[in-house]
């Protein structure tokens, strides 16, 4: 009989970094320091970008970091948007600045990111800190596919020498999470909604990253017995209680090595990626 993968315990993880960012947020604020501040720029009424930025204040609340919502109605035009970033930036009490995507449609949603000042951006996520995880230069990572590295990391997973497989090339996951790996010299594959044989490309990973949103999309059968299977997917099934992944979690956990649950996998790390990049900025120190 095979053995079940180990489980990569986000929640557990993403608390574990939460103690130690308190901890050093105390160290900071006892040298006479103003705690790091994070103010989330909230556009529009989309109920989903409420529950985030709430999720993410109760979280600066949680490390002593301060924070605060900078509100501008779904109408606002693309240079309000702007000059309520570039005050932000302007701001010195501010430490890291947070664009709550989706923007309204009208918005340019990249031009007003990429307005975000690169030691500001704590949610790597403008052209600028994107272009600096390509390039080598200091940005802050993108918290979300951070969060799957430090998941790696904190584990002890080996990423060098290692054949990577990502499933979705968005540039919030797939690519930046694609390009992370890289750097950690993992041999890098990328596929999408066009590749010929997605499930041969799986097979035969060490890592499969799955970016996609399709729910349950990769099975079990596609696993290279003993892969490490990272699920970043979040999906809602009709007739399910559970949200479900990308993975079918079930034939996957009996291929496995290790494997992400969802929920708590993943998504946990997120938020801590970003208490984690504002505690940097506020250190005066990129990741
Ligand atoms: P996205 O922008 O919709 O991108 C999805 C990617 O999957 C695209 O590159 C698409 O290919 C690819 N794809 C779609 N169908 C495919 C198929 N049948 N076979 C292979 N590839 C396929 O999604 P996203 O924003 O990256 O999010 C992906 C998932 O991660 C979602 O479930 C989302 O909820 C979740 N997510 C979680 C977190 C978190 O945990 N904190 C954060 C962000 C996202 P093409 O490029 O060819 O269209």
Redo the contacts with the bound molecule.
């Keep these: 009989m095979s053995e079940l993968a180990g489980i990569l315990d986000g929640t557990a993880t993403a608390k574990a970094i939460r103690l130690e960012i308190a901890a050093e947020v105390k160290q900071l604020v006892a040298t006479g320091a103003q705690p790091p501040h994070l103010a989330a720029v909230l556009i529009g009424d989309d109920p989903a970008s409420h529950t985030y930025v709430g999720m993410k204040q109760k979280a600066c609340t949680w490390v002593g970091m301060q924070s605060s919502i900078h509100r501008l109605p779904a109408s606002c035009t693309q240079e309000e948007a702007i000059n309520l970033v570039k005050g932000l930036n302007n701001d010195p009490s501010i430490t890291g600045i947070l664009v709550q995507h989706p923007l309204p449609s009208h918005l340019h949603e990249p031009a007003v990111l990429d307005c975000v000042s690169i030691p500001k951006d704590v949610d790597g996520i403008s052209r600028g800190s994107l272009g600096g995880l390509i390039n080598g230069e200091p940005a802050f990572a993108s918290c979300?596919p951070a969060g799957i590295i430090e998941l790696l990391d904190r584990y002890k997973i080996t990423i060098q020498g290692r054949r990577a497989v990502v499933?979705?090339?968005?540039i919030?996951?797939?690519k930046p999470v694609a390009m992370m790996l890289l750097n950690r010299n993992a041999t890098v594959s990328i596929?999408?909604?066009?590749?010929a044989n997605?499930a041969e490309e799986i097979l035969r990973a060490d890592i499969v990253v799955a970016?996609?949103?399709?729910a349950e999309?990769i099975t079990g059968e596609m696993v290279k017995p003993g892969a490490v299977v990272i699920d970043?997917?979040?999906?809602r099934v009709e007739g399910r209680a559970k949200d479900v992944g990308?993975v079918e979690y079930e034939s996957a956990r009996a291929r496995a090595s290790w494997i992400t649950p969802v929920p708590g996998g993943?998504?946990p790390m997120?938020i801590a990626m970003l208490l984690k990049n504002t505690l940097r900025a506020a250190q005066g120190k990129f990741s």
């Excluded at 596929?191 to 590749?195: E, W």
């Excluded at 970016?211 to 399709?214: C, I, L, Q, T």
């Design positions: 979300t499933v979705g090339r968005s919030i996951l797939g596929c999408h909604s066009r590749t997605l970016a996609v949103g399709r999309l970043a997917g979040y999906n990308d993943v998504g997120t």
